[in-house]
Nanobody, 122 residues
């Protein structure tokens, strides 16, 4: 499976962006998927994850109520809708996938996209 993240950009605080992660491979529908992010000088951190069925979405406390993860298995795509963006959301956002889990731990994911940069101006 190859993952291609897109949708990042520059947005003012309070604005919205939708990230997409397009996956190749016919087994995408059986993969747990997640978004992580890494800000300059900081470690990669969990943002959101979703089961292969689209159920059990789970979010980091820092984004809960503002971000929504969803997936379209027919189109092999996972989305991260980001609303009410804050300056501290500025980071490189990565999508990740794995056939055996939908963990919040980055080390559990086998496949990673290349990252898409989100910059929020204050």
């Amino acid at each position: 499976v190859q993952l291609q993240a897109s949708g990042g950009g520059l947005v003012q605080a309070g604005g919205s962006l939708r990230l997409s992660c397009a996956a190749s491979g016919r087994t995408f529908g059986s993969y747990g998927m997640a978004w992580f992010r890494q800000a300059p000088g900081k470690e990669r951190e969990f943002v959101a994850r979703i089961r292969w069925s689209g159920g059990a979405p789970y979010y980091a406390d820092s984004v809960k109520g503002r971000f929504t993860i969803s997936r379209d298995n027919a189109n092999n795509t996972v989305y991260l809708q980001m609303n009410s963006l804050k300056f501290e959301d500025t980071a490189l956002y990565y999508c990740a996938g794995d056939p055996n889990n939908y963990s919040i731990r980055a080390a559990m994911y086998r496949y990673w996209g290349q990252g898409t940069l989100v910059t929020v101006s204050s």
